[in-house]
């Protein structure tokens, strides 16, 4: 593959036929030492492939990332490299940034109560269009032309996410927000007979057929809980949980669920970050093993939560 010096993999260049790996060098034109590097490298993930072969890891996408359109490819990349070698991704995603855009061009001012958007009527319609149309098609559009195969699970195609009207305070009404209370496994699991990576936005449907807007990191707990997922991994903008949110010097790298609800409680934690941790919190109540926040933008950043001991970003435990 031939990066340019930005990271960027130009569109014309199929990645994964053999052909174009620097290894096809012919003889003589190559470093053996190189090669042999990168055969190790092989041998070392074969550990990790085994632990995760089979497993299941939701990757929540989130909005900021979707926006970085040479962060999200390298994400791809490395969901498409899990899929090839025996691992279950299942991607969920947000698009709040998109989602703001299009409410500008229609006049709508966003409103965000503890970080979760209020949703009337006219809102709905647009974050329909964008998350369960545009974006749900575009993730899955990219991961087939970097020569992975997906599928779009929404209401135009299958849905799978079930749920109601997220019961909030009596004196708060968010309007069509909604939780998830079923997912339809069956489905995303039938897919990976296919080689195919669901790709999930984070919308559900009542049993009345009323359409609800979830925010997309409790969606990916309710998906990662619903299939018994190994691994939840937030896809995010920032390197992790940090005491400043500004300061990415400040990132924690391990937190205790008690310690993540007094730093809400203090305000150290506020705005998006809030349902991220909330979700982390209830999804290891109830029993996924490993919740992590990672930074979307490091190249590779996926592949490192996975394939290292430690993980990178800030890992949430019980
Ligand atoms: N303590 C904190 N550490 C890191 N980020 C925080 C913190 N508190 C609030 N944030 C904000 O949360 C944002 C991530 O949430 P959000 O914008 O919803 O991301 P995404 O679109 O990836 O879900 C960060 O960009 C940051 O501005
Ligand atoms: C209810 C609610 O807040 N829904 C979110 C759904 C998208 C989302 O969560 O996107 P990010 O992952 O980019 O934050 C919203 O309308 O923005």
């Known amino acids: 593959m031939n990066f340019d010096a930005k ?11 053999p052909d174009n790996s620097p290894s096809h060098t012919p003889r003589g034109e190559f470093s053996v030492e190189e090669a042999i590097g990168k055969a190790n490298t092989l041998i070392e993930a074969m550990g990790w492939i085994r632990r995760f072969r089979g497993k299941t890891t939701v990757i929540k996408l989130g909005g900021s990332l979707l926006d970085d359109e040479n962060a999200l490819m390298h994400i791809l990349l490395d969901v498409i490299f899990m899929e090839s070698v025996g691992m279950k991704p299942v991607i ?28 009337d009527a006219p809102t709905l319609k647009v974050v ?27 209401f135009t195609t299958t849905n799978v996410l079930f749920g109601e009207k997220l019961p909030t305070e ?26 195919q990576v669901p790709v999930i936005p984070s919308m559900c449907e009542g049993e009345d057929g009323q359409r609800y807007n979830v925010n997309a990191d409790t969606a990916a707990m309710a998906v990662a809980q619903a299939l018994g997922a190994e691994k939840l991994v937030f896809l995010s903008d920032v390197n992790g949980v940090r005491r400043d949110k500004d300061d990415p010097k400040t990132i924690i790298d391990s ?49 490192l939560e996975i394939f290292t001991t430690s993980g990178v970003g800030t890992e949430i435990h019980a």
Do not use: Q, W
Request: aromatic residues 4%.
């Open 255 to 303: 937190l205790s669920a008690e310690e993540a609800r007094s730093l809400i409680k203090e305000g150290v934690i506020n705005g998006g970050m809030i349902p991220k941790v909330e979700a982390c919190l209830e999804t290891l109540d109830r029993g996924v093993r490993k919740v992590h926040i990672v930074d979307g933008a490091v190249r590779h950043s996926l592949l």
């Open 170 to 195: 009596e004196d708060e009404d968010l309007g069509f927000v909604g939780h998830v209370t079923r997912v339809d496994r069956s489905v995303i699991e039938g897919l990976s007979y296919t080689d």
């Open 128 to 154: 329909e269009k964008v998350l369960a149309g545009e974006l749900n098609v575009f993730i899955t559009d990219e991961i087939e032309r970097l020569g992975g195969r997906a599928m779009n699970l929404s």
């Open 7 to 17: 990271g960027t993999l130009p569109a014309a260049e199929f990645p994964f036929h």
């Open 92 to 119: 969920v995603h947000g698009g709040g940034k998109a989602i703001n855009r299009a409410l500008a061009e229609s006049g709508i001012e966003p409103n965000f109560v503890r970080g979760r958007r209020v949703t």
